[in-house]
Each structure stands twice: as structure tokens, then as C-alpha cells.
T-cell receptor
Framework: GNSVTQMEGPVTLSEEAFLTINCTYT??????LFWYVQYPGEGLQLLLK???ADDKGSNKGFEATYRKETTSFHLEKGSVQVSDSAVYFCALRLWGSGGSNYKLTFGKGTLLTVNP | GAVVSQHPSWVICKSGTSVKIECRSL??????MFWYRQFPKQSLMLMATSNEGSKATYEQGVEKDKFLINHASLTLSTLTVTSAHPEDSSFYIC?????????????FGPGTRLLVL
């Protein structure tokens, strides 16, 4: 089946530190990959996505590259801010075949806390 | 970007009453909407998938008679929690699907926090 594995948190960093949150996946087919962010008390916001191998998604200083050879989609940011404190979810979606492949499969989420 | 709203943002109700939660796609038409439930410090659990004009598809273990879903139009889906009990207290999040094929992306609402007393 399809699955997403994220590094377990919580992750605590100081402001301006480098961030990496690892994400690997297992999928029967060619998935699209997503990172969503959830701020406290809110729903999920799409942070970035990549739809095919070697694509790089980027937004708000965050980047992730779709690596088919390592089945990974690690999230990185060069210099985190206090406002980046949130829970980050990696997710995959298969397309084209409908049915159960139409759904998003989420990782368990990684809590990031950035201290001033 | 695509915006999805939910109403109400939070609700408190007495045990035994029914609660309706609305999910709207504000600037795009969504043929498919999804309803999730999230427990504290946990990931999202998909409850059901709804397509405009047809019956919702429920995930295994989700009671369709308890969680009624109506997808009345391309911009509105509702979730009704019938005869709510304290164990139904949770954070309910909807998402609406925009785009086609491999560009299809789910956009999430801000969530509705339900507390059943």
C-alpha cells in the first residue's frame, strides 16, 4: 500500500538555524508529493508540492525536491523564523487511477518549535 | 490561491443534539470534497469523500448514519453530526479538490472545533 514516513518530532531550533524534515514514501505508481503546514488551532495550508521526479517545490523560503531514486521529499529551509513554528505534514497522492488512489496519504506530522 | 472556508469555526453543543458544519470553496469549483477528523497531536483521519450530486463514500469504520454528508453544489459540502456525544468532540477539517489530473491539489479549510457536553 501507499505510505508516508516522516521524521519524528518534536524539532526545536533557534531562530536562523537550518531546518531539515525528512520524508520518505512508498507508493504503487507515480505520486504527487506535498508538504502541508498547520499552525496552532488552524487547518492545513499547502506549503509546496511537486508532481514529478526531480521537480523542486518552493514557497516562503522552504524547498523540497522530489527524489524518485531515494523515494524522498525532504523539507528544507535555510534560516527559520519564530513564525515558522507549526506542525508540518508530508503527503502523497496518486493520480489517474481513481478509487482509493484519489486520496491523500499523510505522514504523522512533525512539530517544529523555533525559539528566538 | 484557492480558498476554502468552514463555518462555524467552533461549536459547543449538548449531548444528543445535531450539529451541521459547512465547507465552501470560495473561488473555485470543487467536484470533490473531503472530510477529515483530527485528534490532538495526531494526523488527519479521512472520514469520507463527497462528490457533487452523488452519495459520499465513507472510510471503513465511519458511521454513515451518524456523519451525514451532503454535497449540494460545486462549492458547498456539509457534514452533520447527528445525535452528538462527547466522544464526537474533535477537530473537523474539510478540503476541496481543485485542478485536474496530476495537478489536482487539495485545499483545506481552517477547521471546526466541536465540543459535545
Amino acid at each position: 500500500g501507499n505510505s508516508v514516513t516522516q521524521m519524528e518530532g518534536p524539532v526545536t531550533l533557534s531562530e536562523e538555524a537550518f531546518l531539515t524534515i525528512n520524508c520518505t514514501y512508498t507508493a504503487t505508481g507515480y505520486p504527487s508529493l506535498f508538504w502541508y503546514v498547520q499552525y496552532p488551532g488552524e487547518g492545513l495550508q499547502l506549503l509546496l508540492k511537486a508532481t514529478k521526479a526531480d521537480d523542486k517545490g518552493s514557497n516562503k523560503g522552504f524547498e523540497a525536491t522530489y527524489r524518485k531514486e531515494t523515494t524522498s521529499f525532504h523539507l528544507e529551509k535555510g534560516s527559520v523564523q519564530v513564525s515558522d513554528s507549526a506542525v508540518y505534514f508530508c503527503a502523497l497522492r496518486l493520480w489517474g487511477s481513481g478509487g482509493s488512489n484519489y486520496k491523500l496519504t499523510f505522514g504523522k506530522g512533525t512539530l517544529l518549535t523555533v525559539n528566538p | 490561491g484557492a480558498v476554502v472556508s468552514q463555518h462555524p469555526s467552533w461549536v459547543i453543543c449538548k449531548s444528543g443534539t445535531s450539529v451541521k458544519i459547512e465547507c465552501r470553496s470560495l473561488d473555485f469549483q470543487a467536484t470533490t470534497m473531503f472530510w477529515y477528523r483530527q485528534f490532538p497531536k495526531q494526523s488527519l483521519m479521512l472520514m469520507a469523500t463527497s462528490n457533487e450530486g452523488s452519495k459520499a463514500t465513507y472510510e471503513q469504520g465511519v458511521e454513515k448514519d451518524k456523519f451525514l454528508i451532503n454535497h449540494a453544489s460545486l462549492t458547498l459540502s456539509t457534514l452533520t453530526v447527528t445525535s452528538a456525544h462527547p466522544e464526537d468532540s474533535s477537530f473537523y477539517i474539510c478540503s476541496a479538490s481543485g485542478g485536474f489530473g496530476y495537478q489536482e491539489t487539495q485545499y483545506f479549510g481552517p477547521g471546526t472545533r466541536l465540543l459535545v457536553l
